[in-house]
């Protein structure tokens, strides 16, 4: 890094350090606006993935068109897959005032919010991408739901059948 990157990043760092005297709702939203203060200066800010955001978990709703199921032994290995490995994926969504619906990550958001041992660790919270704007009716929610699962796996015919 350059030294003037070096003391941009020093004050920066400087200024996180004060993070760890806020209680925890305090420093996801104050962690939360840093990163949109980041992504606002990325080259990369057309892409929801540049802002992951932490969601209070109860705040995340699934949707009722999700045409994919997954058997209870994927479930079951989805749980131990996070428990394991983590949230690898954040949970892409649709956001309607301070609400959220998971247009992907059905099954990881009902983990995060169901499985006690996963919402402890989380501390409540799961991750969260917003869909680019412009892509918020409920067409373009459901047919990006379809390009990610069909993109993954399988679907079930009568599910599709009712979009």
Do not use: C
């Not at 994927?74 to 619906?101: C, W």
Request: hydrophobic share 40%.
């Amino acid at each position: 890094m350059s030294g003037k990157s070096t003391q941009i990043l020093d004050g920066v760092l400087g200024a996180l350090r004060r993070l760890n005297e806020l209680d925890l709702d305090e420093r996801v939203e104050a962690l939360n606006a840093v990163r949109q203060a980041l992504h606002e200066m990325s080259p990369f800010t057309d892409e929801p993935v540049d802002l992951v955001r932490w969601v209070s978990a109860d705040l995340v709703a699934g949707n009722d068109y999700n045409p994919n199921s997954v058997a209870p032994p994927e479930m079951e290995l989805l749980e131990h897959s996070i428990r394991s490995d983590g949230y690898t994926q954040p949970i892409v969504a649709f956001k309607n005032g301070d609400r959220y619906e998971v247009v992907d990550g059905f099954h990881r958001h009902r983990v995060g919010k169901e499985v006690a041992d996963v919402r402890a660790k989380l501390q409540g919270y799961l991750p969260v991408v917003i869909v680019n704007q412009g892509r918020e009716g409920l067409g373009d929610r459901m047919a990006a739901t379809i390009r990610h699962n069909r993109a993954r796996g399988k679907h079930a015919i009568q599910a599709m059948s009712d979009i």
